[in-house]
């Protein structure tokens, strides 16, 4: 299928109202929440198709003009550090499809924030690819990783991503429980009926992994907008079901953190778990978001989007620090109070997971 450039709802396409500072200031949005994580979507492609995420056939994929360059996320990227922005997360669709990943991962490692600290270089990836770079990913500067796996079952990953590549995934895992990169962390979305008999399972192997498994209550970001919340397994559930194998207690400090977390059985292994329907964390929420296709977005349920592309191709792609320190100040400016998915009112985002990024 040809490329077809995707739009949505509004974006802003020049900075309208602005979080108070300029260029070097914390961004602190009108709510005080002070913003230090950037999540870079790579790309929208990926290379399974997992049923809660995309179709499988039909995708309106990014045009290739439109996806940023490895200049373009530089440069953003530096004025993010010098806003505060401590980390930067790379997702996609699936970042390890994106030529360059290992030149993306070196250019950002080389950043440093205003106190002249590196910024921290981590990455969500469904493992594919992962053995065979991941020396050089190390190399170059990542020093975190957040890897999918809903399913140990090679039918059901095969339904579920539509693609039979589990043991690629397990690969992938295997050679990131290597690296030494630690936290390790490993995530699966919990679906009624298709892999909620799987929970301890999951556990039981991330920990024989090294890793720390996390639990995502499934959100209404599906492509083909068919999310029923009467399906979502909730934290509660999931709990109830780990509290029959482990002794769970909750551990303090979550901050802004996704996820929260309990020891099994006094520890030092954990579960997480991401209740963005159920227990929502906005009050402490301190990400945006950077799309492949160079928007801006200050919640992953927005319906809005700032568009850096005029800013960073206007005369010749040279564009000034100060025009994108203003669309990242005019971005947190609009960030509202919370995701309001629990609210009558809400409407599901018009892109899915793929395109918005992890």
Known sequence: MSAIPVTIAPRVPQPAARAAGALGDPLVDTHGRVHRDLRVSLTDRCSLRCTYCMPEQGNEW???????????????????????ITT????GGEPLLRADIVEVVRRLAAITGPSGEPVDIAMTTNGIRLGEVLPDLVDAGLRRLNISIDTLNRERFRDLTRRDRLDDVLDGIAAAAASGLRPLKLNAVAMRDVNDDELVDLVEFAISHGAQMRFIEQMPL?????WDRSRMVTQDEILRTLSARWTLEPVPGRAGAPAARWTLDGGPHTVGVIASVTAPFCGDCD???LTADGQ???CLFSSTEYDLLPILRADGGAPGDEGIDGMLRSCVAGKLPGHAINDPAFLQPARGMNAIGG
């Open 62 to 84: 990014l045009a290739k003009t439109s996806i940023l360059t490895l200049d373009e996320i530089e440069r953003i990227a530096r004025v993010a550090a010098a806003d505060g």
């Open 88 to 91: 930067f997360r790379l997702t």
């Open 222 to 226: 599906d492509a083909g907008h068919t």
């Open 287 to 289: 990400r945006l978001r």
């Open 296 to 298: 801006l977005r200050n």
